[in-house]
Every structure is written in C-alpha cells, then in structure tokens.
C-alpha cells in the first residue's frame, strides 16, 4: 500500500491536522456526543437508542468512546423500556405519575453525563440495564 492510499485511508478518522490521529479531547467529545445523541428520541421513535448506537458503532475503536457508548446505550434502553412499563402502568394511573419522573431523570442523567465525558471523566450511570458489556 503506497503511502497516498494510507493516507486517504485514514482520513476518516484525521484529527485537525489530518494526521490519522485523534486527540484525546476528540475523543471526549465524541463521548459527550455519544450521550447527547440520545435526544434524537425527542424527533423521532426510538432514537434516544438509534443515536448512541450509530456514534458507538462509528468511534468504538477508541476506548473512551467505546466504553461512554456502550453506558449511554445501555442507559437509553433502560430508559425506553422503563417508558413501556409507564404506558402500561397508565391503565391504573400510577404511570401517569412514574412517566414525568422518568422522563426528568432521562433528561438530567443524559446532560451530567453528556458534561462528565466531555471533561474526560467515565461517567456511569445509576440506573441502567448494562446488556451491552
């Protein structure tokens, strides 16, 4: 392989200076866009988990990604099935109580979380199914 293929090869993934290598702040935003994505679920269903998967599936080769990816989806799915459990719940009215605290919590969670990784700090949450190991 010549090097003007590595080159382009790697310019998916080239930092500022086109270099092929990502900064460690990158990856920290990527992190924090990785939790942030999450609010794709406000636009369309079921995109508080198409979000993080799409950024997880993309960044996974760098490990702060790779892991703040894995928790924000794992979170997001704890969240829609706690949302499922709440729209049943309706039936007895106890859901339409359970339902705003869910969705508060997702919202606040998702933003510490969002600000955690930008500074670099592995944030896990409190509540969460962790499926995705």
């Known amino acids: 392989m010549s ?3 590595n080159s382009s090869s790697q310019s998916s993934e080239a930092g500022p200076g086109g270099t092929g290598v990502v900064t460690e702040k990158e990856a920290h935003q990527w992190g924090m866009f990785a939790h942030l994505s999450a609010f794709a679920g406000f636009v369309f269903p079921f995109g508080n988990i198409i979000g993080p998967l799409i950024i997880w599936q993309m960044k996974k080769d760098l490990p702060f990604v790779d892991e703040q990816g894995k928790e924000a989806l794992n979170f997001q799915i704890t969240v829609s099935i ?3 459990v709440c729209m049943i719940l309706t039936l007895v009215l106890i859901g339409l109580l359970l339902l705003p605290l869910v969705v508060i919590g ?6 510490i979380a969002a600000l955690k990784a930008n500074n670099g700090e592995n944030y896990r ?9």
């Open 106 to 111: 997702s919202f606040v969670f998702t933003i």
């Open 3 to 5: 090097d003007e293929e």
């Open 82 to 84: 706690s949302v499922f």
């Open 125 to 133: 949450y409190p509540i969460a199914i962790r499926l995705i190991k």
